[in-house]
């Protein structure tokens, strides 16, 4: 990474480390823009050359993710499976650095589930990640997207993905915990593809 990506990138942590800050201590409502940049050390242009608003400073850059998911499933090898396909994603960005968060990560939450707006974005943003599950899925099964199958399973590796992203004290899993818990998802929804696959002969 050059220098100018390294600064961008600073100043991007920046951004979003205030935003979170203050959101965290005054409430989203009474967080404005103006006071993110302050409190960056930003002027109020720069931050809107990173981020549209501050609603999407907290969802950081899960619409790139998300390309670049629907990327992965589609280029994917002939014969690799969904769920082995996204379980070697997350073990790229892992490996780039993004890791299950903690005290920070319990924050945005704290922030999302007391906004109904925040809320609705997570619900878009994970509409959007089951949909590229369905499709893929869909593949693996030789049905149609919108055909029931797909979207059964879909909805089900959300739902067990959403579940795993607590441990068991309902706090963000660490490192090795949420691996271990996403493995067990993946196990279980290895397993259910495969049943309908062989029941679909």
Known sequence: MGLREVKKE?????IEDAAIALIAER?????????????????????FAYYPS???????????MFD?????????????????ALRRWIDEVMSDGLHPADDREQTLRDIVAANDSLQARERRLMGRFEDLLASAVATDL????????PRMV????????????D????RPADHDQALDQL?????????GTAALVGAGK
């Open 10 to 14: 600073r100043t991007r942590k920046a």
């Open 27 to 47: 409430g989203y409502q009474a967080t404005t823009v103006a006071d993110i940049a302050r409190a960056a050390d930003i002027a109020p242009r720069t931050f």
């Open 54 to 64: 501050k609603e999407d400073v907290l969802f950081g850059d899960a619409d790139q």
């Open 68 to 84: 670049e998911l629907d990327a992965h499933l589609r280029e994917r090898p002939s014969g690799e499976s969904t769920f082995d």
């Open 142 to 149: 030789g049905d149609e997207p919108a055909t029931l199958r």
């Open 154 to 165: 879909a909805a089900a590796a959300v739902a067990a993905l959403w579940c795993m992203r």
């Open 167 to 170: 441990g068991d004290d309902g």
């Open 183 to 191: 493995d067990e998802a993946l196990a279980f929804l290895r397993a």
